[in-house]
């Protein structure tokens, strides 16, 4: 790493409007003369990396003769020249950068000082994220805390937010791979850059791009690799598909005749438009560049036996041909797609898919069957299913631009493990203009490994992904269940009814921690609740109900609240006088609530009565929905 | 608030051979000297509260001329005295201490600096904290990241606890009622409180003892109260008590035979060991003191009506009651006690109970029954259980020592909204001999605002309270069911078993969150495993067994893995394979293994598979066991 001198980067600081303590640069043999004191005397030097640990810097100093005196100690260092600069105080604080291999250059800003490294009080933000993004960014370190005013002095967070900018200016247009200033001074006289380490280094953007083409233009449909054997993949989306509006062409040389339909060889297709491949992965390539060159855009490879099993090379091509050929290929190692404009099931899942709103993205084909059978019980609908795979071509940002060109998809869920191409994913959340709930795994070191040995991603540092997505605008889901669920209840605050105190403390807790919020009750809805409920209700969101809670109660207090949040947990406990059946039958009325039914023996009715319903057995159960 | 000098102070600390700056302190019209530099010249004045703010103090003087330049100038603040000390370097922690209404005095460590309030990272520490408990507890800081090196210093963790030691002995012996040393400064040479304050009041201790008494000595028991109305607490509870091997007495002057037992007037009862109280609120005190005279020492107050409606005199004169005549008086507003000893269920809960080694006690009759109807149904067995009510008189600690000399009791389990008398609690959990299972309400502000409706107690600081049970002893628990749960899986390391990689990383994430491990396969038993699954499992824990997992392959690795931890989740996610019933079926045979069926529809025969067994139906619930 070639060492700078300091005056050299508070040049190329002031460049872009950076301000640095005032300083002035003396030849070796030049009589020292500053107008600002205290000040600070420095060595510089290309042979001394880190200037304090052998003397060569001396704060304090307290006038032109002290600073010749020190001067002629400091010689005995054999610096190339000396630094004077104005010595300041100040609150300190950091920003850093860094290039990341998924998110490219990425700025970090956070409490400065010594403790940097112990306190981690820090935030990451992407260097195209807008002032608003820098701002939440801010917002979201404790350091935040000092704004408006700190110990009677004053700290515009604006300030802080147009320094960054500036540093978002510098890190792009310059040559550099990596940055810390440490601290930036919050002086009383403003913000001041004063100790910089630069590491210059020319990035190579990789760049990434593709024509559009839609992913979901499916009239004229191949399955590739159709079976007869009831346990074969193959078997399962041909029948999966059969009830589509699309014209379905099932492929297999060995066999005439599936389900009724002719089965043709490869070579008779012609006008398709997607092609779901389902065969051995060594004839996977072959088939695909026979179909691209007879005009076929879109592929889904079902087919496994890539990276999964160490066979990268074989990813690698298919990603030249998605790029010679301007394709779509989803997958491979994947359950398939599902779209409802055409009632197309192309999955292996076993579930059937009701129509809907939620555009559904999965990394994992497991994780996506899984959501799918709790859809199916709960009859909740998707718009779309994207079974994502091994990612070789088709990504997150390609899945979230398509599903922003279909109507019917009202909100896009996505499911991810890790993410590939940083800048695109955060590009299209950006551009979307669907809500975007996203859950991503592998949240500490060790689950990291597991999705390691899972996937073959390198899963990305989980804080990082996560805070900028939502910075984007992503709304960060903790459950996997929330992606399907949570769609079901229009973003709210929350109303909680119980027939107990703790339990409805507990759900606030809960509640709170995901980043929720109570609906505090105005004063006509809780006279009205006055009306109906015994003196001793709690006046208040949790709105307690108490224990000896009858049916008719219950009813009458979501009669109240009903039209005040489109989502109601009404907790049951099993008092001594809790009619649990008919409380399920009067919640079974009421779209939007939710019931926490908490003990089992005396539950087995009400469970009954909500079996297609959604009910909860616990309340660290019932956050899925948030 | 008196202001004493700094030297007065110093000299407190010293006395206590905490080690302060070396200074000296000098007359007005004195010439100063001193031999350390750079010092730190600073004026002493009763008038000046704080010194920095008006220039009162002058940093890094380097010789005794300039020192004595320094001091003229600041004459114009007329100060009493000056005092002249050397300037340290170091890192800055930070060590307080408050008077808690819960707990009494109470030391804070941590990050100290201008930031410490900013960055606020700290831990409690009870006065009378061991020396393994404040080690433990400043591991809990972010700060003891600098041990046992940081930068290339040394820092000594033992030296840090043994200074916190001494402050434990100051703060215990000095009529102090507040302090804070902001920075103590870890100086190459050691540990420095450089800058104190010190609140001077003598705080005067809440005394609060009891004689020992056995609310378990169950022998004769009055039923005050029964009731032939099904719907009243009094008939339930006297059902309930029927199978006891208790003698019974029935009292209510109304009626003279219930369920074929004599009903008693309250004036023919004779030694009485233990009393259930069901009657209107006016007359409890009335019948507590007429039985106390006849000896009876042990009353579980039923009756509602105290101080959550208000009614805190009553309370004040049931506790003046209790210390007259010596009283374990549970309650009022309680659900009852249950001991399997005697096979006595004072409780009106409509749940069978078992018998078993957990002893439950909980603050909230709702969330017991609640617990009460889930270990039912699960066949989960009970010691003893206390619902506390109110707490006008026997509190937590009391119920912890009960439990301690019940030798069927193996595992404490309690659920808490608020803690009065912290010291005894903290006292009894150190003193317990089994382990304590705790779960505490309340953690955000909003929830304190509900647990304040329901309960009238004032929930104390979340953070302080769990953390010094922690400290002390206690395992916190995240959810309610996890006080009955936990308690069949012995502590152990937990393995995940798995058919989908996705879901097994996500448990891994919830497992770590909650302060588990997940165990680490030895070489042999990967070996084992080898020879039974597919090449791509995940030759770690989670163990992913691929998602055409078999049954057979689920009993294959559980025969492996059976032995290895007393706690397997094992994850089945519905793909095109999985056998899902066959699959429960095996599972069944093993007693260590808690499914997690991710999914509804394709799990409809292997839920009803495992009614009675704990399974779960989403990641996030299993969680409940740990």
Same mark, same amino acid.
């Given at each position: 790493m070639q060492i700078s001198y300091e005056s050299e980067i508070y040049e190329l600081l002031k460049k872009y409007n950076i301000d640095t303590p005032k300083y002035k640069v003396f030849d070796k043999e030049e009589k020292l003369k500053f107008d600002i004191f205290p000040c600070v005397l420095k060595v510089m030097s290309k042979n001394i990396i880190h200037k304090s640990d052998v003397g060569g810097v001396v704060l304090n100093v307290k006038n032109n003769k002290e600073l010749n005196e020190v001067k002629k100690n400091l010689l005995r260092l054999n610096p190339e020249k000396f630094l004077v600069e104005e010595e300041l105080a100040g609150i300190e604080l950091f920003i850093g950068g860094i290039y990341d291999n998924i998110f490219g250059k990425v700025l970090i800003f956070g409490a400065g000082g010594t403790l940097l490294e112990i306190q981690k009080d820090i935030t990451y933000i992407d260097i195209k994220a807008t002032k608003k993004e820098i701002k939440q960014a801010v917002l979201n370190t404790k350091t935040a805390k000092i704004f408006p005013s700190f110990r009677g002095n004053k700290y515009d967070i604006d300030e802080v937010v147009s320094l960054i900018q500036k540093f978002q200016k510098l890190f792009k247009n310059e040559e550099i791979s990596e940055f810390d200033i440490n601290p930036i001074l919050y002086t009383k006289k403003g913000l001041v850059a004063v100790d910089a380490r630069l590491k210059f280094e020319k990035i190579v953007n990789k760049n990434w791009k593709r024509k559009k083409i839609s992913l979901f233009e499916n009239k004229n449909v191949a399955i590739i &690799?159709? #079976?007869? !054997? $009831? !346990? $074969?993949v193959g078997y399962a989306i041909a029948k999966n598909s059969l009830k589509s509006k699309s014209n379905i062409y099932f492929v297999n040389p060995k066999f005439k005749k599936l389900f009724n339909k002719k089965v043709y060889k490869l070579e008779e297709l012609t006008n398709i438009d997607i092609a779901v491949i389902a065969i051995p992965p060594k004839s996977v390539f072959q088939t695909i560049e026979f179909l691209a060159k007879k005009g076929t855009k879109n592929f889904i490879i079902i087919s496994a036996g890539f990276k999964e099993v160490g066979n990268k090379q074989a990813e690698l091509d298919i990603k030249k041909l998605s790029i010679k050929y301007n394709l779509n290929i989803v997958g491979p190692n994947c359950l398939g797609i599902y779209n409802s404009t055409y009632n197309l099931n192309l999955t292996f899942g076993s579930s059937s898919i009701y129509n809907g709103e939620i555009g559904l993205i999965s990394q994992s084909g497991a994780v996506l069957t899984a959501l799918m059978d709790k859809a199916s019980h709960y009859k909740i609908g998707f718009s779309h299913i994207i #079974? %994502? &795979? !091994? %990612?070789a071509d088709f990504n997150f940002a390609n899945a979230i631009e398509e599903l922003n060109n279909q109507d019917n998809c009202k909100i896009i869920s996505i499911y991810a493990e890790g993410i590939q191409y940083g800048k695109e994913f955060l590009k299209a959340i950006r551009k979307s203009k669907k809500p975007i709930l996203f859950f991503k795994s592998g949240k500490s070191e060790r689950a990291k490994k597991a999705a390691f040995s899972h996937t073959g991603n390198i899963a990305g540092d989980y804080q990082m992904i996560v805070s900028l997505s939502k910075l984007a605008g992503a709304k960060i889901k903790s459950s996997i269940e929330s992606l399907i669920y949570s769609s079901q209840f229009e973003e709210n605050e929350i109303i909680i009814v119980t027939n107990a105190g703790g339990p409805g403390t507990i759900l606030t807790d809960l509640v709170i921690q995901n980043s929720k919020k109570l609906k505090t009750l105005d004063k006509k809805t809780i006279n009205q609740l006055n009306k109906v409920l015994p003196n001793t209700w709690s006046k208040n969101n949790p709105v307690d109900i108490i224990g000896d809670a009858t049916p008719k109660r219950y009813q009458d207090t979501l009669d109240i609240l009903k039209d005040k949040s489109n989502l109601i947990f009404v907790i049951i406990t099993p008092q001594l006088m809790t009619d649990t059946k008919e409380i399920a039958q009067i919640l079974l009325k009421y779209k939007n609530a939710v019931p926490i039914f908490l003990g089992e023996e005396s539950f087995k009715i009400a469970k009954k009565i909500f079996e297609n319903r959604l009910f909860f057995n616990s309340l660290q159960d019932s956050v899925s929905v948030l």
């Open positions: &690799g159709v #079976s007869e !054997n $009831k !346990n $074969k #079974s %994502m &795979g !091994n %990612m």
